[in-house]
């Protein structure tokens, strides 16, 4: 086993270790930004094939395809973690469309997961929840991961170079600004005589992350990451992927991208807003793992608590109201086997030694909308804090928010235990249940000392905008008619939208008749809607999910009493048809050996609301490294395979084959225009 690996495979040894205490860092200010940009000499460069920026599940999936591949597969993460959403972000609860999971159609990494899971348990669905097929621990997963990727290195005679607890700070540009030649990262560990890495939040050792300079807890190795020299001749020796949960890389590039609302248009006919909104995002959570007990637990009330308190609540739906409801929901443990006892959604009533991992909409999803409290800082943000500036970017978060998420988060436990409130129903069904515990240390399911997830669950991110290209001349983007099954006929759209833009709405979704609707200027009424997702020539891969979204709040702060959800934010919320992921939306304008992955890609703030899923994050990573590795073979860039369409070029077709025979699929099955029959494909 190599060094890297078996640097990976310690990630997951057990470390025991007293709870500190937890200080939480203040608000960088641009004279911290300023000393940050000190430069500091790199202590070593590293070759690579591949960089991967961000070890969640995209860019898991892409180093287990680079890694097959036979590619060497640089990999950063902010965490110690590799898994993202899986297992740093805590949200073990596998997030999946029923025909697809019943096909078992999904790309071949994630495939190879589920049945490792279902192996280490003797079941998929460790927990017995009821959101899932299949619940299971965080830290059982990252072991699972990291045993793939050990097999994927050693079949695919690739090599992985791991570095965790590691952040880009600066990429250094071709003389043409078109290629990344270089990438300058920081990697940190406990200064001496300090307790280990995971003792405190996020929040609290975020901005120091960032800078190269060595702290009071923080020693720091900086480390220049360039491409794996080659004979060859070829545009470019590396591929950079940007797999981020906030779009880190394609900010620091500064290439074109949204972020938040987009305007409403005949795209987007759902969204609220007429003018981009980049500040009311998708809600982000810390999550934590709770165990039920036989005896009541001491609980002790956090400082902080009653100012969280007035958003607390079970949920709007009277049938939620229900302590057993809300635990067996993500549980992610129970030792149930055969139980013939059932709640109201089909599962074991939950019992002593049963533990549940909380990710609730109104507990500990964290919703700012506002300038004031937005987590990812738009672009002019970035641009007033200077973080676009040599040397000053700081990782494009707003660390205040940040420590809001982990205390709301923390206060939600508390209301779970003790709490006698619901912001969202006015029965009095909230009583305290004291025979719990908040499961913290290294050996807990988070891994943590203080029990929360090593990092937020991300449901939005930066999301570039794609090329122009063929019917997208102000640059290529997935949008909300291509993938929704909204009834789009209704009044509402009718009185949203002004006469020309329901007209053209229409047009769009007329499928194989839209050129003819065009030509006719057929009336809405009398155009039969496409019943099938949009059908991608360059397509690489696949997702289907509901259009789910966990919308921002209107006022700020987030918990201030009475605040209610961004209103039409919801408009969009439905099932999608089973969809494809073209190449044009991972290939950002201006750098050429940029290639983006996970939420990153072109698509709209409606679309990301489903894809933003395990297996879609799969199946882009996979197609991610797939591209990078091909065109590595073939001496080409990304972009190059697409500038013929609608044509179909030799070589794209050669990439796509790849993908298939690799099983790693671009289209559902009977995917084709001419099949409008998809009545069957049910999200749940």
Known sequence: MSKSLQNLASTVRIFIFAIGSVSLATVFTDQAIA???????????????????????????????????????????????????????????????????????????YTEFRKRIEQNYGKLNAG????????????????????????????????????????????????????IDGAIAIQHSPAPNTPPLNTEPLSSIIEDAYRYENSSRLNKQIIRFIPLASNEKRPTDWFVIDSTETGEIIALADVPYRLGLDPRSHLNPSSPVTENDPYCTQGFTYTFAMEQTAEAQPQQKPSFYDRYLPYYGSDPKPNLANFDTI??????????????????????????????????????????????????????????????????????????????????????????????????????????FPNHRLLTGFDSPMGTSHGLSKYPYIRESRRIIGRPSYGYSEGFSMSEIDVSQVDFSTETYRQNLSEQTYRSLWKALAGVESAS????????????????????????????????????????????????????????????????????????????????????????????????????????????????????????????????????????????????????????????????????????
């Open 517 to 684: 609707a065009i030509r006719n200027n057929t009336e809405p009424q009398k155009i039969p809607r496409r019943t099938r997702s949009t059908i991608y020539p360059d397509a690489i891969g696949i997702a289907q999910y509901y259009l789910d979204f966990h919308p921002c709040l209107s006022e700020y702060p987030v918990e201030k009493a009475g605040n209610t959800e961004r209103a039409g934010v919801r408009n969009g919320h439905g099932p999608a048809f089973p969809g494809q992921i073209p190449l044009r939306s991972l290939i950002p304008q201006k750098v050429d050996n940029l290639i983006v992955s996970g939420k990153n890609i072109a698509f709209s703030y409606i679309v990301a609301a489903g894809y933003r899923v395990h297996s879609y994050e799969w199946s882009v990573g996979a197609a991610a490294a797939t591209t990078a590795s091909f065109a590595l073979a073939e001496g080409l860039l990304p972009y190059q395979l697409v500038e013929d369409l609608p044509r179909v070029s030799p070589k794209l077709s050669q990439l796509q084959q790849m993908l298939v025979k690799n099983n790693n699929a671009i289209a559902f099955p009977d995917t084709s225009i001419f099949n409008l029959n998809w009545s069957d494909w049910k999200i749940w």
């Open 35 to 109: 000393q940050s940009s000190i430069p500091k000499a790199p202590n070593r460069s590293e070759e690579c094939e591949i960089l991967i920026v961000g070890g969640g599940v995209a860019g898991t999936a892409t180093a287990y395809e680079g890694l097959l591949a036979g590619r060497t597969v640089c990999m950063t993460e902010i965490t110690d973690w590799v898994g993202g959403q899986i297992t740093a972000q805590g949200t073990s609860a596998l997030d999946e469309a029923k025909k697809q999971r019943n096909l078992w159609f999904f790309p071949q990494g």
């Open 327 to 432: 635990f067996t929901y993500r549980r992610i443990w129970s030792a149930a086997t055969e139980n013939p006892k059932k709640n109201a959604f089909g599962v074991s009533p939950m019992k002593a030694g049963d533990i549940s991992m909380q990710n609730w909409v109104w507990g500990n999803d964290y919703r700012p909308g506002t300038d004031k409290d937005n987590l990812i800082y738009s672009r002019e943000q970035l641009q007033k804090l200077g973080q676009l500036e040599p040397n000053g970017w700081m990782g494009g978060l707003r660390t205040e928010t940040l420590k809001s998420g982990e205390e709301i988060a923390l206060g939600f436990y508390y209301w779970l235990v003790a709490g006698t409130t619901d912001s969202q129903q006015k029965t009095d069904w909230k009583k305290p």
């Open 128 to 179: 017995d929840c009821w959101v899932s097929v299949s619940c299971f621990i965080p830290n059982t997963a990252q072991q699972i991961l990291v045993g793939m990727l050990q097999e994927a290195a050693q079949k695919g005679n690739g090599k992985l170079k791991w570095f965790p607890n590691t952040v880009i700070k600066k990429l250094e540009m071709s003389t043409d600004g078109k290629l």
